[in-house]
């Protein structure tokens, strides 16, 4: 079955950089895309980016353009996500999520889900 | 970037009954290349990440109940969660995958009356 599992729950300082992990299995990883996905505390989701594991093309949306990087490692099957200059607004819970190879498109299998702290 | 609004922001249903949420988009998300709309729906329980519902409006993943229904198309959508259950609460979602910049709707909230 398709899984997404995302590394552990982390603890920032304002200023500080986090990269969350996202490992790929029940699916040949490098024939689709990972969206990343944030959700602040009660609040809705909002779209971060994406990038293909077939190519390794990536969109980012405007907001984080500049403090935000995603990889994959298509021998690990594994997709990272690095947030830079972390602020206290940047408190969510971080998500990938299983998207289309050569664009966005449907997303359809999402990780558990990595809890980032910011906090002084 | 295209914007996604729902309504309404919550809803109580009674057990049994049917509930309606829509989703409206600032711009068509029609695709011409396939005549698909590209618009999905997620519901997210307590705790847990979001599920895919319903896909290009209407079609609904696998394993989700024909209880969840979508329609609609270019800008305005809707979905229904017919003989409405006890774990059916839950914040519903509409995201648009139409523009490589995808977007979510703000949610909408269903509790049971």
């Known amino acids: 079955q398709v899984q997404l599992v995302q590394s552990g729950a982390e603890v920032k300082k304002p200023g500080a950089s986090v990269k969350v992990s996202c490992r790929g299995s029940?699916?040949?990883?490098?024939?689709?895309?990972i969206s990343w996905v944030r959700q602040a505390p009660g609040q809705g989701l909002e779209f971060m980016g994406w990038?293909?594991?077939?190519?390794?093309?990536?969109t980012y949306t405007q907001k984080f353009q500049d403090r935000l990087t995603m990889t994959t490692d298509t021998s690990t099957n594994t997709a990272y996500m690095e947030l830079r200059r972390l602020r206290s607004d940047d408190t969510a819970m971080y998500y990938c999520?299983?998207?289309?190879?050569?664009?966005?498109?449907?997303?359809?299998?999402w990780g558990q889900g990595s809890l980032v702290t910011v906090s002084s | 970037d295209i914007v996604m609004t729902q309504s309404p922001d919550s809803l109580a249903v009674s057990l049994g009954e049917r509930a309606t949420i829509n989703c409206k988009s600032s711009?068509?998300?029609?695709?011409?290349?396939?005549?698909?709309?590209?618009l999905a729906w997620f519901q997210q329980r307590p705790g847990q990440p979001p599920k895919l519902l319903l896909y290009?409006?209407?079609t609904r993943d696998a394993g989700v109940p024909d209880r969840f229904s979508g329609s609609g198309s270019g800008t305005d959508f809707t979905l229904t969660i017919s003989n409405l259950q006890a774990e059916d609460v839950a914040i519903y979602f509409c995201?648009?995958?139409?523009?490589?910049?995808?977007?979510f709707g703000q949610g909408t909230r269903l509790e049971i009356k």
């Open positions: 999520a299983r998207g289309g190879a050569l664009r966005v498109a449907i997303i359809d299998y």
């Open positions: 029940g699916y040949t990883f490098r024939t689709y895309g």
């Open positions: 990038i293909s594991a077939y190519n390794g093309n990536t």
């Open positions: 711009q068509s998300v029609l695709s011409s290349s396939n005549n698909k709309n590209s």
């Open positions: 290009s409006a209407s």
């Open positions: 995201q648009q995958y139409y523009s490589s910049q995808c977007s």
